[in-house]
Nanobody, 115 residues
Framework: QVQVVESGGGLVQDGGSMRLSCAASGIISSISAMTWYRQAPGKQREPVATITSGGSTNYEDSVKGRFAISRDGPKAVYLQMNSLKPEDTAVYYC??????????WGQGTQVTVSS
């Protein structure tokens, strides 16, 4: 059974920091990319940061210089979020894509930044 589990969300003040974690189990194929998405109320889910199996990273423009994505082994990923702003408030989701086209989502973790 495949499981993708996020943790680390919560409430933080404007300008604060938070680290999200995501770990997968039960995925047999190699993972090609791990991506953090977020979805704010009334908005579409959007990609925030991606790291590939080769270590390449990509960030959404509004988080560049504030967020950092990193891996911990082949099936775990972190998102370090610094200088958080109220507009970063959203449910954050972890997605893992495999080399054979599989796509697995976590249940999401709420991040709330208070002003």
């Amino acid at each position: 059974q495949v499981q993708v589990v996020e943790s680390g969300g919560g409430l933080v003040q404007d300008g604060g920091s938070m680290r999200l974690s995501c770990a997968a189990s039960g995925i047999i194929s190699s993972i090609s990319a791990m991506t953090w998405y977020r979805q704010a109320p009334g908005k579409q889910r959007e990609p925030v940061a991606t790291i590939t199996s080769g270590g390449s990273t990509n960030y959404e423009d509004s988080v560049k210089g504030r967020f950092a994505i990193s891996r911990d082994g082949p099936k775990a990923v972190y998102l370090q979020m610094n200088s958080l702003k109220p507009e970063d408030t959203a449910v954050y989701y972890c997605n893992m894509k495999t080399i054979v086209g599989g796509s697995y989502w976590g249940q999401g973790t709420q991040v709330t930044v208070s002003s």
